[in-house]
């Protein structure tokens, strides 16, 4: 019976996976589909420094010391490790209900609030859990068909929902969830390092020059010493204020999104139940603390076509059925042949002759 082996059609996970993001690398690579800023944060970076290593580093390696370059590459090097890993990671999304998960949650949302009469607004979709002592809301996300986990949220841009939400970050081109705040973190307090030392630098290095040859003359012959002082000079503030800010948050163990909402400091006046109390165990719970895996399995194989054998067909089936004719022997030689090995048990018995017309009338 012949066999044929069908190759198996397999769709990643990936490809399927709803809300809108981009992915790449067969979707190691996951991002948010508006993606200029993001290039524009690679230009801006990668530009600056590296006028500064052409220009500056190599006068003043010579000029004060050659450990300036050193420091200024390993700062680089960190920074983009670690914005190419906030934007390139999964930040925390949740996956969408199943159609069936998605039923019976509505079926227990009906039994809870029973039938609601015609013209009247039904009541919110919350449930109650108890976090430290304390009542916390877990809102239903009508889009994702889940009760969202405590500090989730859903980001309209990428139209996920994802895990202790901060913000949808363009400069990044990703959201910075659960996943990669604290990579996130290291990138804004790497760049602000990197920016003022870029800045700083760029300075002596003019006032260097300034002392040879005179002010103006270093302006004209270094027009990107300039161009390097003025992104530094605008970047610096923003940056550097952005890094104090969330050192204020990671402080709090708080979000971006709960300071904005003002969850801990509205006039409910609740505090905070995931600050410990202590700045120390707070950082290290948000920069320190177990990263957890994620849970979209992006790379996982759905099958479309099952493989396996294929049944014969009419013609192999009626093919197989008919007896095999032996092998020939016509080349064999009188000792080679097969002997005749059945017993005489085993061979049918012979039949009488039939006698002539003769001998029957002899008989008779």
Not at 116 to 138: E, H, S
């Amino acid at each position: 019976m012949s066999v044929m082996v069908v190759r198996k059609k397999v769709t990643r996970k990936w490809e399927k996976l709803p809300g809108r993001n981009t992915f790449c690398c067969d979707g190691r690579v996951m991002m948010a589909r508006q993606k200029g800023i993001f290039y524009l944060t690679l230009f801006l970076i990668l530009g600056t420094c590296t006028l500064f290593f052409a220009f500056e580093c190599r006068y003043l390696a010579v000029q004060l010391s050659p450990a300036i370059p050193v420091f200024a590459a390993m700062l680089f090097l960190f920074s983009m490790a670690t914005l190419l890993r906030t934007s390139f990671s999964d930040p925390g999304v949740i996956p969408r209900a199943l159609p069936d998960e998605a039923a019976f949650i509505e079926m227990e949302i009906e039994a809870t609030n029973g039938a609601v009469p015609q013209g009247q607004r039904p009541p919110p979709r919350i449930k109650n859990f108890q976090i430290n002592n304390q009542i916390v809301k877990l809102k239903y996300c009508y889009t994702c068909k889940i009760f969202r986990p405590p500090r989730a949220s859903h980001c309209s841009i990428c139209d996920n929902c994802v895990e202790r939400f901060d913000h949808h970050c363009p400069w990044v081109g990703n959201c910075v969830g659960k996943r990669n705040y604290r990579y996130f973190y290291l990138f804004i307090l790497s760049l602000s390092l990197l920016t003022i030392y870029v800045f700083a630098f760029n300075i002596v290095y003019v006032a260097l020059k300034s002392l040879k040859i005179g002010f103006l003359e270093t302006l004209k012959e270094t027009p990107g010493t300039v161009l390097e002082v003025l992104i530094c000079f605008f970047t610096l503030w923003s940056v550097v204020g952005l890094t104090g800010f969330h050192t204020f948050l990671v402080a709090l163990n708080q979000t971006t999104n709960e300071d904005i909402k003002g969850s801990w400091t509205g006039k409910n006046r609740v505090q905070n139940p995931y600050s410990h109390g202590n700045i120390v165990k707070n950082c290290c719970e948000v920069l320190c603390g177990p990263l957890p895996p994620s849970v979209l399995d992006r790379r996982g194989i759905l099958p479309l076509e099952e493989s396996g054998s294929r049944p014969p067909s009419t013609q192999e089936a009626s093919t197989s059925l008919l007896p095999q004719s032996p092998a020939p022997t016509d080349h064999l030689s009188s000792d080679e042949m097969p002997e005749d090995t059945s017993t005489p048990e085993e061979m049918p018995p012979s039949e009488p002759p039939e006698p002539s017309q003769e001998a029957t009338e002899a008989e008779k």
